[in-house]
């Protein structure tokens, strides 16, 4: 399976981009291309300028690297209980390339983390009920709350059992699932 990864935050600090290579670390025996957003960094959408300017190549290069892909493990920060400006951009322009939608009917497994203990629960709802209309077809999804008491930063891990094995479940009926197609 050809998994592409990717955070939604442009943080070069991000416990979010943390979480995912944890999550990444999981799937050993699959093809996984990590993205930085920081890479795709646009000029803020705007109508005129897509009429002015064309969508920008970049926007077509992330298209494209979802086009590959089988599946999208996106890890979404949350700022102020929506999407980071960041991530918001880069979903505009990819809902602005020709003939394709945002996520290509791709299955996606959302995860998110913060430091509160909600860990990313509305950023997580807002995908779920946005991303099906955008071609997306949402797996599951997973939030880690309170990430400074339940993740080890300096091993790289989620420190709390129940948490853990929760992860580890839902990695695990979601590669099941795309062995069984």
């Known amino acids: 399976m050809k998994i592409l990864a990717f955070s939604g935050s442009n943080s070069s600090s991000s416990i979010n981009r943390k979480l995912l290579q944890y999550a990444v670390s999981f799937f050993t025996n699959d093809e996984v291309k990590s993205l930085d957003i920081n890479d795709y960094e646009m000029p803020i959408y705007s109508m005129d300028r897509e009429l002015n300017e064309g969508v920008p190549n970049k926007a077509v290069q992330f298209s494209d690297e979802i086009a590959q892909a089988d599946m999208i493990l996106l890890s979404l920060n949350e700022h102020n209980g929506a999407y980071s400006a960041a991530f918001k951009n880069i979903f505009d322009w990819l809902s602005r390339v020709p003939n394709r939608s945002v996520f290509q009917d791709k299955g996606i497994f959302l995860i ?38 339940t993740f080890d930063e300096e091993k790289g891990v989620i420190c709390n059992d129940t948490l853990r094995e929760e992860l580890e479940r839902k990695i695990e009926a979601i590669k099941l699932s795309y062995s069984q197609k």
Do not use: C, I
């Open 112 to 149: 998110a983390t913060s430091p509160g203990a909600r860990g990313g629960s509305n950023v997580l709802e807002m995908a779920k009920n946005r991303f099906p209309w955008n071609g997306g077809k949402v797996l599951d999804s997973f939030s880690l709350p309170s990430f400074e008491e």
